[in-house]
């Protein structure tokens, strides 16, 4: 049987899809959860995604298009380099937060041939690597991609782990992490002296 889904309940299937990983996680989606929250029936939610597999792979389709915006001010060549470096990682840590399963199911997928995983690596090699690497080339004078490449990995990991920790620190061993502004400040500090 064919359906057809009209764009209002297209729209509100992909919004809900998107508030339920912000909320549960990418395994707290289900399709009976969308059918209930969306008002449409198991039928039309099934033959649009057809398993939970592709609704999570959807889902994070759809947040990996979230990022594109943080990606937009190291464009802005009137704007110095380094504040333009720093807005960047406070946008992009800001998308981390409200999705943190994005990134730390990413790094879980490993080398496995995962269609998300593949994405993003697509996504921030079209959108991302080349703007961050001139941005750094712009502040170090570094002209090595691979050098490049390996100072951009350290900033992100620099800043992605406590971003990816920070719940556990804060509520499981009471320790207290800077502000991101604080921790991008004092990495750039150390790393751009």
């Known amino acids: 049987m064919f359906y057809v889904i009209p764009p209002f ?3 509100l299937i992909k919004h809900l899809q998107k ?3 912000k909320q549960s996680g990418f395994e707290g989606i289900t399709i009976r959860k969308i059918v209930e929250a969306s008002g449409t029936n198991v039928s039309l939610v099934n033959y649009y995604f057809s398993s939970k597999e592709n609704l999570i792979s959807e889902s994070i389709k759809m947040i990996l298009s979230s990022f594109q915006h943080t990606f937009a001010i190291l464009d802005e060549l009137s704007i110095p380099a380094r504040d333009r ?7 992009y840590l800001q998308v981390i937060r409200e999705y943190p399963e ?5 790094i879980l997928m490993g080398s496995a041939d995962f269609s998300s995983q593949q994405e993003y690596g697509s996504f921030l090699h079209l959108m991302g690597f080349p ?4 941005t750094l080339k712009e502040i170090t004078g570094e002209q090595q991609p691979e050098r490049l490449t390996t100072m951009m990995t350290q900033i992100f990991g620099a800043l992605f782990l406590p971003a990816l920790m ?10 207290k992490i800077a502000p ?8 750039f500090e150390k790393y751009f002296h």
Request: aromatic share 10%; net charge negative.
């Open 131 to 134: 703007k961050v690497q001139n």
């Open 180 to 187: 991101i502004d604080a921790q991008i400040d004092m990495l």
């Open 9 to 11: 309940y297209h729209f």
């Open 85 to 91: 470096l720093k807005q960047f990682l406070m946008d």
């Open 166 to 175: 920070s719940p556990i620190l804060e509520k499981g061993a009471s320790v």
């Open 102 to 106: 994005l990134l730390s199911r990413i």
């Open 19 to 21: 508030e339920f990983t």
